[in-house]
C-alpha cells in the first residue's frame, strides 16, 4: 500500500484568475469594478507562481496606456509608476560597425507611450486589486487544472511544497490547495504549463496557426549620468544577427539614471550554433551602443520567450468552465513590440464575459467579444509584417514598408507561420559560431548573469524540466543538432558532459539555474524538453525589470 498523502484544502470562488501579470491582474479589476457597479459579490482570487507580484514579470518595455485608460482612467491620481513619457524615437540598422537612421515606422513611434518597468506596474495593479476585494496568493504555482464529472474546468490545484527529488513528501510537505471556480482564466503568460494541457484537451489551435516565439534577452544599468537620456526609445535591427535571423535590440532610458538594454531573436532561427544570449552581449560592443554602458553598473538580468504569432496564431481561447487571456493565448503586437495593453484588454474583455455568465445571461464568448473590441483590428492589420521576414532581413523591411505605406495594412493575403522546432538545420548543414570571450564590464557570462536575476530553487525537489525521452537528448540532440539547448538557454541550465573513459556523454540538467524563460520547451527540435512549474516562489526574482 502506498504512503496516503493529507487531504487538500478546498478554497471556493466564482472566478480565479492563474497568472498576476498584466492581463491577468486587468481581469480581477474589471470584474470587481462590475460588480461593485451592479451591487454584487464576486469572489475573485489571483494565484501567481512568482514570491511576488512582478518576481517574475520581465518586459522592455515602452507601454501603451490604452487599456489602463479604460480600466481606471485616474491612474495618475492613484500614482501609477508610469514616471517616463517615451520623447525621442530612433530606429538603427546596425552593421558591424556603423548605424545608420532609417525612419520610424508608424507602429514603432511612441508619442503618448512611456518607458516603464512592467514588473511594477504589475505590483500597482495588485494593489488596485486588493483594495476592490481581490484575493492574491504569490508564491504559490498552480500545478493541475481541476476538471468536473462533465469534462468542465472547475479550478485549478497549487504543487504541493515539500516534495522531495524522489517524489515523496519531506518532513517541511505540505499539501496543495484546490482553488474551485464557476469561471478560470488562464494568463500564465507565454508558452504557459496549463495552457499546453488546455489547447491539447480542448483542441483550441485546431485549424489555426502554430504559435510562433522569440527569446527576449534583457539587462537594467544604472547609468553614467552623463550617458542617460531619459525618454529615450532606441530600436535597432541588423548586427549582430545575421541577414536570416529574425532579431533586433531595444534601448530605452527610464529614470533615475536607469537603462533597459535587450535582444529579441526569433526561435525559428536555422543555425544550431546560435546563441541568443552570446548574441546579446555582442550587441553591447557595437560603437553606437556601448558608449551608453561606460562607467555604468549593470544590475539585473532576465530572459523570457514572447509570442510573435500574432493574429492568425490567435487559438480558440474559450472552453467549457474559463478562458485563455493575455500571452497565454499570443495578443503580442510584433511590429510595435508591445503586448501588455493589448493583454490587459483581453482581460477587461474576458471579465466582462465572464460576469454576464455569472449572471446566467446567454453564453458569452471571450473570443467573440475581442473580435469586437479595437484588439482585434490592431493585430488583423499587422498580421503579415512578421512572418514576412521569413525571406530575410531585406525582403521583410521592403514587404513591410509595402504593407504599411502602399497598402494601408489592407492587404487581401495572409502570410502563415511554420513551428519554430521544426526550422533548426542539422549541424553538419551549419556554420559553427566564434564568440569573444567576456570582458566582465559590458559583456558577462551566463553564470554572473543568472546570479544577478536572485533565481533560486528548493534543490530538493523533482526536476521542472522533464525528458519525455532521455535517449533523444544524446541520439538526436547531440548526434544531429550538436546539443542546442546548451546555446539557446540564457541561463546556463542544459551542459553536455564528457566522462573520462565513457564511450558517451550525457546531458546534464542544471535545474537550480532556470530563468523560467520556456525557451527549451519551444525551440528543442524533437519537443522532448517538458517544462512545468517548480515550487512555488522559484525561480527569478526580477527587481524593477
Not at 471556480?181 to 499546453?196: I, P
Not at 557595437?286 to 490567435?314: C, D, K, T, V, W
Not at 502602399?406 to 551549419?430: C, E, K, S, V
Request: hydrophobic content about 40%.
Amino acid at each position: 500500500m502506498g504512503e496516503e498523502r493529507p487531504a487538500r484544502e478546498v478554497m471556493e470562488y466564482d472566478m480565479v484568475v492563474v497568472g498576476a501579470g498584466p492581463a491577468g491582474l486587468a481581469a480581477a479589476i474589471r470584474i470587481k469594478q462590475l460588480a461593485a457597479a451592479a451591487e454584487r459579490e464576486i469572489a475573485v482570487c489571483v494565484v501567481e507562481k512568482g514570491s511576488e507580484v512582478g518576481a517574475h514579470i520581465i518586459s522592455g518595455a515602452v507601454f501603451e496606456p490604452r487599456a489602463l485608460n479604460e480600466l481606471i482612467p485616474d491612474w495618475r491620481y492613484r500614482g501609477a509608476p508610469l514616471n517616463t513619457p517615451a520623447s525621442d524615437d530612433r530606429f538603427l540598422l546596425l552593421t558591424r560597425s556603423r548605424a545608420l537612421r532609417l525612419p520610424t515606422p508608424p507602429q514603432m513611434k511612441n508619442h503618448g507611450n512611456y518607458i516603464i518597468s512592467l514588473g511594477n506596474l504589475c505590483r500597482w495593479l495588485a494593489g488596485q486589486a486588493e483594495a476592490l476585494g481581490v484575493e492574491i496568493y504569490p508564491g504559490f504555482a498552480a500545478a493541475e487544472v481541476l476538471y468536473d464529472n462533465a469534462g468542465r474546468v472547475c479550478g485549478v490545484a497549487t504543487g504541493d511544497m515539500g516534495i522531495g527529488k524522489d517524489g515523496r513528501p519531506t518532513e517541511r510537505h505540505q499539501p496543495g490547495v484546490e482553488l474551485r471556480a464557476k469561471e478560470t482564466l488562464f494568463a500564465e503568460g507565454c508558452r504557459g504549463s496549463l495552457t499546453k494541457t488546455l489547447i491539447e484537451r480542448f483542441h483550441l489551435r485546431d485549424g489555426i496557426d502554430p504559435q510562433t516565439y522569440a527569446i527576449g534577452i534583457k539587462e537594467l544599468w544604472e547609468a553614467d549620468p552623463s550617458q542617460h537620456r531619459p525618454g529615450l526609445v532606441i530600436h535597432t535591427v541588423g548586427w549582430p544577427l545575421d541577414a536570416s535571423t529574425y532579431g533586433g535590440s531595444f534601448l530605452y532610458h527610464l529614470e533615475d539614471r536607469l537603462i533597459s538594454v535587450g535582444l529579441v531573436v526569433g526561435l525559428d532561427y536555422k543555425n544550431p550554433y546560435l546563441s541568443p544570449f552570446e548574441e546579446f552581449q555582442r550587441l553591447k560592443t557595437h560603437p553606437a551602443i556601448r558608449p551608453f554602458f561606460e562607467g555604468g553598473r549593470r544590475i539585473a538580468y532576465g530572459a523570457r520567450a514572447l509570442n510573435e504569432g500574432g493574429f492568425q496564431s490567435i487559438p480558440r481561447l474559450d472552453f467549457p468552465g474559463g478562458a485563455l487571456i493575455g500571452a497565454a493565448a499570443g495578443f503580442m503586437n510584433v511590429p510595435k513590440i508591445k503586448g501588455s495593453h493589448t493583454a490587459m484588454k483581453s482581460g477587461m474583455v474576458a471579465a466582462e464575459a465572464v460576469f454576464r455568465r455569472l449572471n446566467g445571461d446567454q453564453p458569452a464568448s471571450v473570443r467573440r467579444a475581442l473580435e469586437e473590441s479595437w484588439v482585434w483590428d490592431e493585430l488583423r492589420r499587422v498580421r503579415n509584417l512578421r512572418p514576412s521576414f521569413r525571406w530575410g532581413l531585406w525582403a521583410g523591411l521592403a514587404y513591410s514598408a509595402f504593407d504599411t505605406y502602399i497598402l494601408r495594412a489592407a492587404a487581401p493575403w495572409t502570410f502563415h507561420h511554420h513551428a519554430d522546432h521544426t526550422q533548426l538545420a542539422p549541424a553538419n548543414a551549419a556554420h559553427k559560431i566564434t564568440y569573444p570571450q567576456p570582458d566582465g564590464r559590458i559583456t558577462f557570462d551566463r553564470l554572473s548573469s543568472v546570479f544577478i536575476s536572485n533565481t533560486n530553487h528548493e534543490e530538493d525537489q523533482p526536476p521542472h524540466l522533464r525528458l519525455r525521452d532521455p535517449a533523444k537528448a544524446i541520439a538526436v540532440n547531440y548526434r544531429l543538432y550538436d546539443s542546442p539547448e546548451q546555446r539557446y538557454c540564457p541561463a546556463a541550465v542544459y551542459e553536455i558532459v564528457h566522462p573520462e573513459g565513457a564511450s558517451s556523454p550525457y546531458l546534464q540538467i542544471n535545474a537550480q539555474n532556470c530563468v523560467h524563460c520556456k525557451t527549451c520547451d519551444i525551440k528543442d527540435p524533437e519537443q522532448n524538453i517538458d517544462w512545468v512549474v517548480p515550487e512555488g516562489g522559484g525561480g527569478p526574482n526580477y527587481p524593477n525589470m
